[in-house]
């Protein structure tokens, strides 16, 4: 019957064609691709647990998107509180403990790296470009 991988695959070739340009940018919106039935590429056991995963990551990430929603408030609410703005602070009480510190992200700008006489040939050699997968559970209503 061949792997899973295998399946999902040829479930996936015989549903339609993929609107995704191979190579292309990941990210982008295309029209939605008509997806096979679970039950077309797993067998009806296997099918039956990933549907009670998939809706038990759904009804989390649910949870999840209104926690964070609640902390991200609380933070904004203790940072306008302590006037925080640029300026380090650290303490602890019997509730925790609060750590106000900068952190830094480089970057490389390519249009700065133009300007500063990069050749473009020369950043595009330098880019490098890695696939990798992500796993998105979306809700049967919702668009990715």
């Known amino acids: 019957m061949g792997s899973l ?20 940018k990941p990210g982008r919106k295309y029209e939605a691709e008509v997806l096979p039935e679970i039950e077309d590429v ?64 480089s970057t490389l700008d390519k249009k700065l790296l133009l300007g500063a006489g990069v050749s473009p040939q020369v950043i595009v050699a330098c880019t490098v470009t890695k696939e990798s997968y992500t796993l998105r559970i979306t809700g049967a209503t919702e668009e990715e």
């Open 5 to 24: 991988a295998d399946r999902i695959k040829a479930a996936q070739v015989a549903s339609a064609p993929s609107l995704v340009p191979a190579g292309d």
């Open 42 to 105: 797993l067998d009806t056991k296997l099918a039956n647990k990933v549907r009670k995963l998939i809706a038990g990551s759904i009804a989390l990430a649910s949870d999840i998107k209104a926690l964070q929603s609640a902390r991200d408030e609380i933070t904004a609410q203790i940072k306008s509180s302590l006037d925080l703005e640029g300026s380090p602070m650290k303490f602890q009480c019997s509730e925790g403990r609060l750590n106000f510190f900068p952190t830094f992200r």
